[in-house]
Structures are given as C-alpha cells and as structure tokens.
C-alpha cells in the first residue's frame, strides 16, 4: 500500500516542485511523513519545503532525519549546508559541503552553494577558487559570471567586475544578482546613475528584497550628490575657475620667491611670516579641489548577496 500511495504522490510532489508551489510541496511530503515516517525521501521534500519557506529551524530538524535514514544520501546534505549557511553558521556548513562532495554531489547548485558560504566567510582567497572551479565547471553559467563579477568587485576591480555581470547578464537577462554585481561596479567607478537604473532593475525582477532596497537609498543618495557636483563644476566654468588656478599657482610662485628672498637678505626673519600666504594658497586648493573632485564613499561599501536567497 505504502509504494502505492507514493507511486501516485511523487508526481505531484514534483509538479509542486517545479511550480515553486512550496506550501503544495510540504503538505504533499508531511503526508508522506505521516503515511511511512521511516522515507527518507518525504523527509528529504519536507526539509526542502521548510527551507524555501523560510523556517530554518524546522528545515535544519528535517533534513538531519532524513540523514539519519539515509547517511548517504547527497541532497540531504545539501539542503543541510543551505539551512546552515542561512543561519549564519558557516563553518558547520563547510563541513556538511565537504561531505556533499565525498559523496559526488557536484553540480551547478553546488559550485553556487559553496561560493556563496565562502562570500559569507569573507574569505576572498576562497572564493576566488571555488568561483574559478565553477566556471571551469559551467562556463556558460550566468551565476557562475555574476559570482566572478562579485569577486572581482570585493578585490577592487571594478572594470573588471562591471564586464563580468555584463558577461553574466547576457547569458540570462532576468539575473537579479548580476544587475546588483553590475550595480555594484558601476558604483565603484563613481557612476552612481547608471547603478541606480541597474539597481532598478534588480527591484523589477525581485521586488521584495530589502538587501536592494537599502543599497538603493545609498546609490541614489550618491546619485544626487553627483549631480549635485556637477552642477557646482558647470557654475564654476562659468565663472572662470581657470583664473582660480592661475592665482593659486601664482601664490605658491610668489611665496617660494619670498622665502629665497628672505633668506638672503633677512636670514633671521621668521619664515612662517614669509610662508603666511601660502597657507592661504593651500586653502584656495583646498576649496578648488571640493568643486572639482567627487568621491561617493563606494570603497566602504561591502559587496554582498541577498541573504534570504
């Protein structure tokens, strides 16, 4: 009765499965649970319903019976290493994700899995090769490219980083993470506009995400201060800031001039009287350099993931 009755379920956990109907999916599999406890593929479903559903607790209980039923068994690992890396604890996730690949369960989930636990380890050394294996891996992969763009653009390189996501982009269009990574870069290159229509984008195609939500206020913030600055440079060209570099210049000539005077002629005359103007001059730089430089504070700003994903 028991291979019956999972013989008629199973295709209808799948289709809840592959419609991301996940409330479908843990009803379908605590069904299972109730009909025959000692399946570790119903504990297995039910683990994998709870975690997308975001009860991780529940999720980490599930998925530590069914290996309990099954110490082989590779999804349940990787359904364990998931919950764990979402509950911050990293380093126990290092361990189930060593045992996932004793037990041969390398695939594209699971290159973007342990990539993902070494970005929350902040281990970029680690990162960098297990980005690498999964683009040796999956070369066409656009999670693969997005998760290099990310590497690129926490080791400060954010040319680099930009051509990635865009890499990553046109091999799917609708990767969120890769309009944030290409977001991200574009805001280390001081080009705050262009990261806020990218990060508009990233919003579009997922809504909810309060990651992007608060990187957004930054980047838009950062936005108008550009153009905030730009409009301060516009009116300076207007005004002649050429003509406050020559004088600029011009105080700096004159003080050295003045020094070298005093020197010879008045060797006992205190050479910060001398020097005096070019304290003034060093405050008109100072003013020249405010209207005519921009800095927007991306380099304290750390790349990462949406952690709920």
């Known amino acids: ?14 289709a809840a499965e592959a419609s991301g109907n996940w409330p479908s999916l843990l009803s379908l599999a605590e069904e299972g649970v109730a009909e025959d406890p000692s399946n570790d593929l119903y504990h297995r479903w039910r683990a994998y319903a709870l975690l997308q559903l975001g009860r991780l607790d529940q999720a980490e209980e599930a998925s530590k019976r069914a290996l309990s039923l099954a110490p082989n068994e590779a999804d349940a690992y990787f359904v364990l290493s998931m919950v764990l890396r979402l509950r911050n604890r990293c380093r126990e996730a290092e361990t189930t994700i060593a045992r996932l690949r004793e037990l041969g369960g390398e695939d594209g989930a699971y290159h973007a899995l342990t990539c993902r636990n070494a970005l929350d380890l902040k281990d970029n050394d680690l990162l960098a090769e297990r980005v690498n294996a999964f683009l040796a891996y999956a070369p066409a992969n656009s999670t693969a490219h997005m998760l290099h763009a990310v590497l690129l653009a926490r080791t400060s390189h954010p040319i680099e980083a930009e051509a990635a996501a865009r890499h990553a982009l046109s091999l799917d269009p609708e990767n969120w993470e890769a309009h944030y990574a290409l977001a991200f870069a574009l805001f280390r290159r001081n080009r705050p506009e262009e990261a806020l229509d990218a990060l508009d984008t990233a919003l579009r195609i997922r809504p909810g995400s309060t990651h992007l939500q608060r990187f957004r206020k930054r980047v838009a913030s950062a936005a108008k201060e550009s153009a905030r600055m730009r409009a301060i440079g516009r009116a300076l060209l207007r005004h002649g800031v050429g003509p406050l570099w020559a004088a600029v210049v011009a105080v700096f000539a004159m003080t050295g001039a003045m020094i070298l005077i005093a020197d010879v002629h008045a060797p006992d005359l205190d050479e910060r009287i001398v020097a005096f103007p070019g304290l003034i001059a060093l405050g008109l730089c100072g003013v020249a350099l405010e209207f005519s430089l921009r800095h927007d504070g991306a380099d304290s700003e750390e790349i990462t993931l949406d952690p709920d994903y």
């Not at 009765?1 to 799948?14: K, Q």
């Open 1 to 14: 009765m028991g291979l019956v009755l999972m013989s008629t379920r199973m295709p209808r956990i799948r």
